[in-house]
C-alpha cells in the first residue's frame, strides 16, 4: 500500500528541515510537524511510522515523480 501524504504535511516538513540544516529547528516547527504527522496517519488509517518515513524520503531526498 501506498503511503499518501498531502502538501500541509509536505510544506512543514521541509520548514523542519531547512530549519535542522540551519541550526535553527524550534520546538514549535517539530511539535507542528509531528503533530501533523499523527493527525495524519490516524486520519487516514496509516502507521505513523511509515507516514513520517515516507514524509522525509520525499522532502529530504526526492526522486523524479515525488509529489512537491
Known amino acids: 500500500m501506498a503511503i ?3 502538501d500541509e504535511l509536505i510544506e512543514l516538513e521541509r520548514t523542519a528541515w531547512a530549519e535542522q540544516q540551519a541550526n535553527a529547528l524550534t520546538v514549535g516547527t517539530a511539535a ?3 503533530a501533523a504527522i ?5 486520519a487516514t488509517g496509516q502507521s505513523r511510522y511509515e507516514v513520517e ?3 522525509k ?3 529530504r531526498h526526492p526522486v523524479e515523480g515525488d509529489d512537491g
Open 32 to 34: 507542528a510537524a509531528q
Open 53 to 55: 518515513r515516507e514524509l
Open 57 to 59: 524520503r520525499v522532502v
Open 38 to 42: 499523527t493527525a495524519h496517519a490516524e
Open 4 to 6: 499518501e501524504l498531502n
